[in-house]
């Protein structure tokens, strides 16, 4: 996995986030406004939860070891897993809170015209975050990075929310800020859902989906000597793939013309499909009685 482009676009969200959090929490006090203090806490938690990112992401690009045979890219999804959690409960959290000001009645205080502005450039700033992040994610295939992309998307959309209820109050319509959240709420939660069940897939050694198998097994039976493909069997693992085939071979080969065919295989297997990280091949013998 890329290292330097997770660390690097991770560095660049921190520093924005910091130096969002403290737009927010000045123009926040100063313009009275209680919706964009709590925004500004939650553009804090982000940070929290990037530095949780560059922490799994160095760890799963990890080399194997003795203890450790088959590497540590299942890290990242455990991480993906608990940034999952970290999104549900902030979406959550941003939902109970909307429902109980609309329940109990709750009003907001009417905020000054500069809220308005720190909430729209908040907006547009980690909307930025979030596609610059989400492309890095998938250059790297990082789900853990993907998973804080939405948590940038996740702090947008807590702008939205800010920016209409901050709107509203100074329309005269402090509603609208519980509203707009409970309907963020839904977003987020099921972003966070997405994020959870793709980690966990990567753990429970969930197959490659059928496009890739079926290209898989195009790029076997294009090798010279392969009969049939017997088993073709794929697995997740983090973000990379294990394969494992069976191929039918002529069984009057020699041993040493057998080994050479699947070494093809498993050479233009790996050189194919780059997220393959091992690709096991068996030769089943054709036409011939094994005594």
């Not at 806490?41 to 939860?49: L, P, Q, R």
């Not at 999804?77 to 941003?94: C, D, E, N, P, R």
């Not at 707009?180 to 959870?196: P, R, T």
């Amino acid at each position: 996995m890329d290292t330097k482009t997770a660390n690097r676009v991770s560095t660049v969200t921190i520093i924005m986030n910091l130096a969002l959090s403290v737009l927010k929490f000045v123009v926040g006090f100063a313009a009275h406004s209680q919706a964009l203090i709590s925004d500004a806490v939650h553009s804090a938690s982000d940070v929290v939860s990037t530095i949780a990112v560059i922490f799994g992401i160095n760890l799963a690009s990890k080399k194997s070891d003795d203890e450790h045979q088959y590497g540590h890219e299942r890290i990242e999804s455990v991480f993906s897993i608990i940034l999952a959690m970290m999104l549900f409960a902030t979406g959550v959290g941003i939902g109970i809170s909307a429902a109980r000001t609309i329940i109990n009645g709750g009003e907001i205080a009417v905020p000054g015209r500069l809220a308005l502005g720190a909430a729209f450039v908040s907006i547009v700033v980690k909307e930025w975050m979030y596609h610059y992040t989400k492309r890095a994610a998938k250059k790297i295939k990082s789900s853990a990075m993907l998973a804080d992309a939405w948590h940038h998307r996740s702090d947008a959309l807590s702008s939205v929310g800010s920016l209409i209820g901050i709107g509203g109050a100074l329309l005269g319509y402090p509603i609208f800020e519980p509203a707009a959240s409970i309907v963020i709420c839904v977003f987020i939660v099921k972003a966070a859902y997405d994020i959870f069940m793709q980690a966990v897939n990567c753990l429970v050694d969930r197959a490659c989906d059928t496009g890739e198998v079926e290209a898989l097994r195009n790029v076997i039976l294009d090798v010279k000597g392969v009969r049939s493909i017997d088993v073709l069997r794929t697995r997740k693992f983090g973000s990379k793939i294990y394969v494992d085939v069976e191929i039918s071979e002529d069984g009057n080969l020699s041993l040493y013309k057998a080994h050479k065919i699947a070494e093809q295989v498993h050479d233009r297997v790996e050189a194919a499909f780059p997220d393959v990280k091992h690709c096991m091949i068996h030769v089943n013998p054709v036409n011939n009685e094994i005594s």
